[in-house]
């Protein structure tokens, strides 16, 4: 079975600071990774995908993940914090093989706060 | 627009009165989902579906029930609510390729 961790349930930086999430993923398969974002009272919107092109992801709002299988972790992050970057922030796994990969799986959610 | 839409938006309902959220598509994806988030366990997936008539168990499906006789339509049915099924629910569609999905905007349920 697939699972995700994310570490900090909640995450507070300075605006312009680095932002930092961290997500470790366990799978018996190589995994296809998600980032998602939930700002308050809205869906989840796709921030970036990792699907074994490159290591290096790179999403919108400036936010980037690096895929390490060493470490078996996707960590998001963000040179320079914005205060528009509140939010809740998810990691997923995919399902592999058959229905399955109709299946995500997440994390439990990082929630950034960011101060002037 | 290229969007995943619910309704209702909210509902206030009462324990053991059968209600059904909508769900719908308009990207003519194959995969379809349900999720109900809770504060600290992020959003965990309810049911699935492949395509017309093929349907799984997600990770609580316990309560719940969905058919799938359109390729767009994704119901989510409660027979007999319980307290313990207020919730925020998601539905999410994705197609082939890397099956990222894509999200509506919530259903916020109270059952008292």
């Known amino acids: 079975a697939q699972s995700v961790t994310q570490l900090g349930s909640h995450v507070s930086v300075s605006e312009g600071a680095l932002v930092l999430l961290r997500c470790n993923y366990s799978?018996?398969?190589?995994?296809?990774l998600f980032w998602y974002v939930q700002y308050p009272n809205q869906g989840l919107q796709l921030l970036l995908k990792y699907t074994s092109a490159a290591t290096l992801v790179k999403g919108i709002n400036g936010f980037e993940a690096e895929f390490k299988k060493s470490e078996t972790s996707f960590h998001l992050t963000k040179p320079s914090a914005h205060m528009s970057d509140a939010a809740e922030y998810f990691c997923a796994v995919r399902g592999f093989g058959g229905t399955s990969y109709g299946k995500l799986t997440f994390g439990q959610g990082t929630i950034l706060t960011v101060h002037p | 627009e290229a969007q995943v839409t619910q309704n209702p938006r909210y509902l206030i309902t009462v324990t053991g009165k059968k209600l059904t959220v909508t769900c719908s598509q308009n990207m003519n994806h194959e995969y379809m989902s349900w999720y109900r988030q809770d504060p600290g366990l992020g959003l965990r997936q309810i049911y699935y579906?492949?395509?017309?008539?093929?349907?799984d168990k997600g990770d609580v499906p316990e309560g719940y029930k969905v058919s799938r006789k359109e390729k767009r339509n994704f119901p989510l049915i409660l027979e007999s609510p319980s307290p313990n099924q207020t919730s925020l629910y998601f539905c999410a569609s994705s197609g082939q390729g890397y099956y990222e999905q894509y999200f509506g905007p919530g259903t916020r349920l109270t059952v008292t």
């Open positions: 799978s018996s398969v190589p995994p296809y």
């Open positions: 579906s492949m395509n017309v008539e093929v349907t």
